[in-house]
């Protein structure tokens, strides 16, 4: 048992949010660090974290919940005009056509429907810190299945590809788009690209200590090296190392892969999704109602191919409702990350939500921690 410290505030009528993450991190091994934010309509509503060595301002590796920094660019591009997802991916990057992929649309490609989930001979850890060089080796590659036929997670790529498409249209890199159009504005720590002078605040990630239990669950999943789910998560190489190699390394940070790279706080995550629904700094939201009604859409719905569970997504958005808490709105629209992450924004209720974890929780994916403190994070909003 633990009995380490929480820190920060909530608002009137969110104490039950802290009591729920109080209550978790009381049954939590001793050395559990992270961070619990949330917004509602713009105002701070929730401001938590507890750890040793750990503050509000500390950051971690989110790995996923980067893709919702990647299609938060692609939406803004596609309400400006720049982009049009109905469009052929090959009118933005002719070299895309190779190995039967001409008619993709960039709708189908960034809902995870391209087929294009990793190389056969899969990557080292350099080349998947590099979105362009992640891109010009996927342009060659042969689809897993015929694009738009059905659909599975490009977990390590998807920001490379639909990177490589904003690219093209406007000359600058998805990173670069990020930092003028969403961080800088609302100094968001949610970086694609961590400066040497933060490095000082990053947390390494940790690995997963999951008990024996748990242990023999993971080691009954299916993990052969020619699978899907091998081959999307780069662990058909010779020596995949461990997932955590992957944040830990500042080569990753600095360069801010698009799909997996990212660095935040839980309230650069929570803020980052607060200010694409609500007003935030005297600035109109980032997204118009019927651009976020259109990336919160479900486009991709049913068995996923990768994950070899039942996934919906939105313009690359995971449908956070049906993937995860169908109590909340419809239409909402987020993205959970390996160690446990959850990000996410609910335009119908106004809450925007953000949770890092240090440690790797089980099974992976979204820590189950997330749901009690959604849950109570979402009926506070109501009643506020």
């Known amino acids: 048992m633990t009995t380490k410290e929480i820190h920060g505030t909530v608002a009137e009528g969110f104490d039950t949010v802290r009591d729920e993450f109080a209550a978790f991190v009381a049954s939590e091994r001793d050395d559990y660090e ?32 980067t893709k919702g920094a990647a299609h938060l660019v692609v939406a803004l591009l596609v309400q400006d005009g720049t982009l049009e997802l109905d469009r052929k991916v090959t009118y933005y990057w002719p070299e895309f056509s190779a190995e039967g992929k001409a008619n993709l649309t960039l709708r189908d490609l960034v809902t995870h429907r391209a087929g294009l989930i ?181 486009h991709s719905i049913g068995y996923d191919l990768v994950t070899r569970t039942h996934r919906s997504y939105g313009l690359g958005f995971q449908a956070t409702a049906d993937t995860w808490y169908p109590f909340l709105g419809a239409g909402a629209f987020g993205h959970s990350g390996a160690p446990g992450s959850q990000a996410f924004a609910d335009p119908r209720s106004g809450l925007a939500y953000g949770y890092t974890r240090r440690r790797f929780a089980y099974p992976g994916g979204a820590a189950p921690e997330n749901e009690r403190f959604v849950r109570a994070a979402h009926k506070a909003t109501l009643a506020t």
């Open 118 to 298: 990793g190389l056969d001979t899969g990557f080292s850890l350099d080349e998947l810190a590099d979105d362009r060089m992640i891109a010009e080796r996927l342009a060659d590659q042969r689809p897993f299945w015929r694009p738009g036929t059905a659909f599975g997670y490009h977990a390590l790529v998807i920001g490379a590809l639909a990177g490589e498409v904003a690219r093209r249209a406007t000359g600058r890199t998805l990173q670069e788009l990020f930092e003028e159009r969403v961080r800088a504005p609302y100094a968001l720590d949610f970086h694609l690209g961590l400066p040497q002078p933060l490095e000082p605040r990053f947390r390494s990630a940790q690995p997963m200590l999951p008990t024996p239990k748990q242990q023999a669950v993971l080691d009954a999943a299916p993990t052969g090296p020619h699978t899907l789910t091998s081959i999307a998560f780069n662990a058909h190489v010779p020596d995949p190392g461990e997932f955590t190699d992957f944040a830990n390394s500042r080569t990753v940070r600095a360069k801010g892969q698009a799909s997996a790279g990212g660095v935040a706080s839980a309230r650069g995550l929570a803020g980052m999704y607060a200010a694409a629904i609500s007003e935030m700094n005297d600035r109109p939201p980032l997204l118009k109602p019927d651009t976020a009604a259109e990336v919160g859409q479900i």
């Open 34 to 65: 992270g961070q619990l934010c949330a917004y509602v309509h713009g105002r701070r509503v929730v401001d938590l974290w507890t750890g040793e060595g750990a503050d509000a301002t500390s950051l971690y590796g989110v790995y996923s919940s």
